[in-house]
């Protein structure tokens, strides 16, 4: 149908406003009752399937994030025991971390507790936002490793089923 595949194209998320949106759409179509609850049963399973598709390619992503975070846990464990390293090679990674942290506390104390004027506020606002996300990768480099492992082997598990 030509429809469903301009409408699969059109919508790539929100399965259930995207149904209803199709539901509406549908109605207002010139078809039989038949041919309306047919291309409903066709729409849902191709959105079900799309949703498949992105829960895969979520999935990849992870596994990609996971054996980065995993060679550089290497990389820094080489380098931690390398009687040939300098000490700076040795205590970079985690100033840098901690760097990154204290800094990002900083910022949120400064935007919560300090009036800030309407210039400066956009500015410490974006550097915010960088900021926490970086930390959310430090912690996730830091802490991460169990968790998201036991959280990729829990989805691959339910779509293996």
């Not at 995993?70 to 464990?77: F, G, K, L």
């Not at 985690?94 to 942290?101: D, E, H, Q, Y």
């Amino acid at each position: 149908m030509p429809i469903l595949d301009k409408l699969k194209n059109v919508f790539t998320g929100g399965a259930s406003k995207l149904v209803d949106s199709a539901s509406k759409l549908i109605d207002n179509l010139t078809l039989s009752k038949e041919e309306k609850e047919q291309f409903k049963i066709d729409f849902i399973k191709a959105t079900n399937e799309h949703l498949q598709v992105m829960e895969q390619e979520a999935t990849k992503q992870m596994e990609i994030q996971q054996k980065e975070n995993d060679s550089a846990r290497q990389r820094e464990v080489q380098i931690a025991t390398s009687d040939k390293a300098p000490v700076l090679n040795k205590i970079i990674s985690p100033l840098l971390a901690l760097l990154i942290l204290g800094s990002t506390f900083l910022f949120w104390y400064f935007i919560l507790f300090k009036d800030l004027n309407k210039e400066k506020e956009m500015l410490v606002s974006g550097i915010v936002g960088s900021l926490t996300t970086l930390s959310m990768g430090v912690v996730s480099y830091y802490f991460g490793s169990s968790i998201g492992s036991h959280q990729k082997q829990e989805r691959l598990d339910k779509l293996m089923k």
